[in-house]
T-cell receptor, first 115, second 111 residues
């Protein structure tokens, strides 16, 4: 079954404790992206990757890091989480090429609370 | 930068009625997409309309696009309780390979 898998689905952590949210897709997609969703603000892009070893900032990259060492995986790293990073996070992937956008496939989301 | 903005923010209708949601955007686009999100779940793609198309249908969904007004509408006909969800429009953006999402319309269909 084609899917995007995120882990963990739920996490409560404390300020400053590094954490990683994993994302894996089994559709051989080149494009992967991370979004955060906050009430009233819709989805905002954090980082995206056009292919292996190619990553770029989205609209709200501060406080986050990503890596793309393998095509299927695109982890989101919070080096020193803060309460304003409490949010619902989504990983998404697609078969986009440069300048060509189409359907995004989303994971089920990771709800993160930073105390 | 938020490109798409949906209207209304919330909509409550009876089962069997039609639901119409609107989306406005600011810059030129290649395509506009609509997504659905059940409470707290991942978004699911519904339909894509390209900038050179004016109307598209998929089952009970009808999407229109007016590039001169930079607006789109999503019509769900004969709504069902299971259509209760949030609906988002998303537009692509040339300055970065991404989809820009609006804040969404919350649709509640009462049975």
């Amino acid at each position: 079954e084609a899917q995007v898998t995120q882990n963990p689905r739920y996490l409560i952590t404390v300020t400053g404790k590094k954490l990683t949210v994993t994302c894996s897709q089994n559709m051989n997609h080149e494009y992967m992206s991370w979004y955060r969703q906050d009430p009233g603000l819709g989805l905002r892009q954090i980082y995206y990757s056009m292919n292996v070893e190619v990553t770029d900032k989205g609209d709200v990259p501060e406080g986050y890091k990503v890596s793309r060492k393998e095509k299927r995986n695109f982890p989101l790293i919070l080096e020193s989480p803060s309460p304003n990073q409490t949010s619902l996070y989504f990983c998404a992937s697609s078969s986009w090429g440069v300048g060509d956008t189409g359907e995004l496939f989303f994971g089920e989301g990771s709800r993160l609370t930073v105390l | 930068s938020q490109q798409g903005e949906e209207d209304p923010q919330a909509l409550s209708i009876q089962e069997g009625e039609n639901a119409t949601m609107n989306c406005s955007y600011k810059t030129s686009i290649n395509n506009l997409q609509w997504y659905r999100q059940n409470s707290g779940r991942g978004l699911v793609h519904l339909i894509l309309i390209r900038s050179n198309e004016r109307e598209k249908h998929s089952g009970r969904l009808r999407v229109t696009l007016d590039t001169s007004k930079k607006s789109s509408s999503l019509l769900i006909t004969a709504s069902r309780a299971a259509d209760t969800a949030s609906y988002f429009c998303a537009t692509d953006a040339w300055e970065g390979n991404k989809l820009v999402f609006g804040a969404g319309t919350i649709l509640r269909v009462k049975s």
